[in-house]
């Protein structure tokens, strides 16, 4: 029903910057958040940001200041800038879409993950 898929991970040194692109697609009419999450091995998965439809942000605590999530409504796609890149930082980068459907039903959909490594 709802396609969301990650672009732009990779490797960059510590220090660098790194955007992240996530579009979604699909019978959609309308998205009330999207964000980004972040797994690293052996941890849970954590908020790194999210953009709702009134245009509130939030920012997982451990990017505050690094990171900057924008939104193009018109291309159901969300971004994340992420600047000042840590070794703490490697770990696969979700996407999430939450919203309406054209019936009415709610959704909330994940995409497959990104892969982002940060050396030292």
């Known amino acids: 029903q709802v396609q969301v898929v990650e672009s732009g991970g990779g490797l960059v040194q510590a220090g660098g910057s790194l955007k992240l692109s996530c579009v979604a697609s699909g019978r959609i009419f309308s998205i009330s958040t999207m964000g980004w999450y972040r797994q690293a091995p052996g941890k849970q998965r954590e908020l790194v940001a999210t953009f709702t439809s009134g245009g509130t942000t939030n920012y997982g605590d451990s990017v505050k200041g690094r990171c900057t999530i924008s939104r193009d409504n018109a291309k159901n796609t969300v971004y994340l800038q992420m600047n000042s890149l840590k070794p703490e930082d490697t770990a696969v980068y979700y996407c999430?879409?939450?919203?309406?459907?054209?019936?009415?039903?709610?959704?909330?959909?994940w995409g497959q993950g990104t892969q982002v490594t940060i050396s030292s």
């Open positions: 999430n879409a939450r919203g309406q459907l054209w019936d009415s039903k709610q959704y909330d959909y």
